[in-house]
């Protein structure tokens, strides 16, 4: 596709209940990225993949939370027992490369999925 | 503490009028700056990054932003603001080594009146 695609766009949970939220990244894209972005405030870090290896999770907020990336292309961001803090925007982004910084690899956003939780 | 500062949490401006907004940093080093617009219900684009060289670094849209070592700033600029300017704009940082993730402020939400 022409950029990343996210689903659900929208997602209202019970508290209690699970949630899956998907990410496609752009085609041939070898990082991934998730954030969580609470209201008003600006995305946070969660976790990072390189192709299918997950290389960095440490700002997942707890273990209810898990992600993966299989097959190194689609990722799914689970969160068990949703909680109402959970509620916020949960962004995906790609990047092309692997083996450089940050700043040397342009991150391209998914319109994100916002989760309520009731 | 590395933090990415933006202390203007909204800003209002006339249609045609000139904007900056301002971003500071506190990191180890001077790491990757980044300036991005997320429109309601659309993803980060980004308006323009420095890594190197020169400090005033032109974007899309018109922005620019300019680095300033001695300030640890990073501030966002624009000549003539047009109304579909309106969005929220975060300022974000990449650290040289460590993390490959970005780091973000909180924010600047711009109000752009007729």
Redesign the interface.
Same mark, same amino acid.
């Given at each position: 596709g022409a950029g990343v695609s996210q689903s659900p766009r929208y997602k209202v949970a019970k508290r209690g209940q699970d949630v899956a939220l998907r990410c496609d990244p752009i085609s041939g894209h070898v990082s991934l990225f998730w954030y969580q972005q609470a209201l008003g405030q600006g995305p946070e870090f969660l976790t990072y993949f390189q192709n299918e290896a997950q290389l960095d999770k440490s700002g997942l907020p707890s273990d209810r939370f898990f992600a993966e990336r299989p097959e190194g292309s689609v990722s799914t961001l689970k969160i068990q027992r949703t909680q109402q803090e959970d509620s916020a925007v949960y962004l995906c982004a790609s990047s092309l490369n692997m083996r450089v910084r940050a700043g040397d690899n342009e991150q391209f956003f998914g319109p994100g999925t916002r989760l309520t939780v009731l | 503490a590395q933090s990415?500062t933006q202390p203007d949490i909204h800003i209002t401006v006339s249609e045609g009028a000139s904007l900056e907004l301002r971003c500071n940093y506190s990191y180890g080093a001077t790491?990757?700056? $980044?300036w991005?617009v997320q429109s309601p219900?659309?993803?980060?684009? %980004?308006l323009l990054?420095y890594?190197s060289g020169d400090t005033l670094v032109q974007g899309i849209k018109g922005f620019e932003a300019e680095f300033k070592r001695s300030q640890s700033s990073f501030n966002l600029r624009k000549p003539s603001v047009h109304w579909s300017d309106a969005a929220e704009y $975060?300022c974000?940082?990449?650290?040289?080594?460590g993390?490959?993730? %970005?780091?973000?402020?909180?924010?600047t939400r711009l109000t752009v009146i007729p």
């Open positions: - | 990415v790491p990757y700056l $980044f991005y219900g659309q993803g980060l684009q %980004l990054k890594f $975060f974000a940082v990449g650290l040289l080594t993390a490959n993730n %970005l780091f973000f402020g909180t924010g």
